[in-house]
């Protein structure tokens, strides 16, 4: 009887296994379909990085334009690189991974359009001068001609950078020269000098004064008319991540973006 019993059980053991490993590969094929499923919502582009290089002058309309953006496409991150325009088209034409360029002048997009890094930029907004100074304004300065008393330290843009070109052509329409004591490679940095007290007054953007929040006081004078500054984007050739790209520009030329900037200072083209 033992014999029989044990029989039956070395009959049945081969079955079982059989059954076992027929329900263990019945769980893997259930699995599977989820990896394609995976795989369809990375290929399907909505998540993205889409790395913008614009004006130093931009920072902040851009920062928050950049959190709208994100707002509006989930999974999707905005990365900012502000400065110098003349800094930034040398580093795109360098081969610097960016999806779009905003300038601040019409003179740097053309570095990038000439090495035909991008189609035909729209120009969004403009912007002009101001001079700034300190808000207690301790050298009195009242008035462009008051920047060229050798008493008065003065902190302008380098030439080769748009606020630098500006301040150039704001002083020649005005017939006046200024000796600065210090040369800054974009507006942020220039604006700073001020606010640390280091110089009496400076030329930078409108737009600058306004973003100082109190910080420093502005200055108009009637030669800025003379030197405003377009401000041209563009979504780059090789954009990494193209659709956005084109996407982030067109929010900076809706309704909502042109509000965002005029609220901020800057002009309509």
Not at 114 to 133: H, M, Q, S, W, Y
Not at 146 to 162: F, G, I, N, R, W
Not at 237 to 261: I, M, N, T
Request: aromatic share 4%; glycine share 8%; with cysteine.
């Amino acid at each position: 009887m033992v014999l029989r019993r044990q029989s039956r059980w070395a009959l049945a053991l081969p079955l079982v296994v059989a059954l076992a490993g027929l329900s263990g590969c019945g769980s893997t094929e259930a699995a599977a379909p989820a990896a394609p499923a995976a795989t369809a919502s990375a290929a399907g582009g909505e998540a993205a990085t889409v790395t913008v290089f614009a004006a130093a002058s931009l920072t902040g309309t851009f920062t928050e334009l950049g959190k709208t953006f994100e707002a509006a496409h989930p999974g999707t991150t905005v990365k900012f690189n502000f400065g110098s325009s003349a800094t930034l088209a040398q580093q795109i034409t360098a081969g610097a991974p960016a999806d779009v360029f905003a300038a601040a002048s019409p003179a740097t997009m053309k570095t990038v359009t000439d090495a035909g890094l991008a189609g035909a930029p729209a120009t969004f907004v403009r912007n002009k001068l101001e001079i700034a100074v300190p808000a207690d304004n301790p050298a009195k300065v009242d008035d462009l001609k008051d920047l060229t008393d050798a008493k008065v330290k003065v902190a302008l843009c380098a030439e080769q950078v748009p606020c630098g070109a500006a301040a150039v052509k704001a002083l020649d329409a005005a017939g006046l020269k200024v000796t600065p004591v210090t040369l800054e490679q974009d507006v942020k940095a220039t604006l700073t000098k001020v606010e640390l007290g280091e110089v009496d007054a400076a030329l930078v953007y409108k737009t600058d004064v306004i973003a100082s929040g109190g910080k420093v006081r502005g200055i108009p004078f009637p030669e800025a008319d003379k030197a405003i500054n377009d401000y041209p984007i563009a979504a780059l050739s090789k954009a990494p991540a193209p659709g956005p790209a084109k996407q982030f520009v067109d929010l900076v030329l809706s309704a909502e973006g042109r509000g965002v900037l005029t609220k901020a200072g800057f002009e309509a083209p």
